[in-house]
């Protein structure tokens, strides 16, 4: 009997560890290789528009770009907002949980009804159900205070943040994103 080409698979009492190890593991991988920080914060690719026909491309390159890292940015500042709100504070940590098994950690595309859901739909779903969940609980002026923080700290990166070392790559451009062109 051979067992060529299958997938050895471990049964007993180690599937918690199993579990634990491949989260972990997957959260180093997908909140670490996406869009590296060290690229998105990369001194030498920082300069003022010439004029502002020139920073609505960047706008649209950067945010299609550093997407997940915006989303990062966005979601530090929200939860450092609510840390005298205890009641929204549960809320949100509730809801970083589904942005990390939804959003951050997918492996693969989410399928719903049979169809593929865009990484796009997720992200402007998730952040419509996290904002209107959040203002229930009352924190209004902190969340929405947090929110125009987050989006101006997004757009001056955006427009301040070259693109000419990022180009459109055919995979990418089927996800809808970017790749960095390896600069030396």
């Known amino acids: 009997m051979t067992t060529y080409g299958t997938i050895p698979t471990s049964t007993g009492g180690g599937s918690n560890l199993e579990f634990l190890s491949r989260a972990k593991s997957r959260i180093k991988t997908g909140l670490g ?16 528009p010439h004029n502002i026909s020139e920073a609505f491309p960047r706008v649209k390159t950067n945010i299609g770009y550093f997407r997940m890292n915006y989303a990062i940015i966005m979601l530090i500042i929200l939860f450092l907002s609510l840390l005298w709100h205890p009641i929204s504070l549960i809320v949100f940590v509730v809801l970083m949980a589904a942005w990390l098994f939804l959003y951050f950690l997918r492996d693969e595309p989410l399928v719903v009804f049979g169809r593929v859901v865009d990484d796009r739909v997720v992200l402007v779903v998730l952040s419509v159900v996290t904002l209107v969940l959040l203002l229930l609980t009352g ?42 062109a390896s600069s030396s």
């Open 33 to 48: 290789t996406r869009r590296p920080w060290k690229e998105m914060f990369n001194f030498h690719s920082l300069n003022f």
């Open 139 to 180: 924190a209004t002026v902190n969340i929405l205070m947090a929110v125009l923080i987050g989006v101006v700290v997004v757009l001056v990166h955006s427009v301040v943040r070259r693109t000419d070392d990022l180009f459109l790559d055919e995979d990418g451009a089927e996800a809808g994103g970017y790749l960095a």
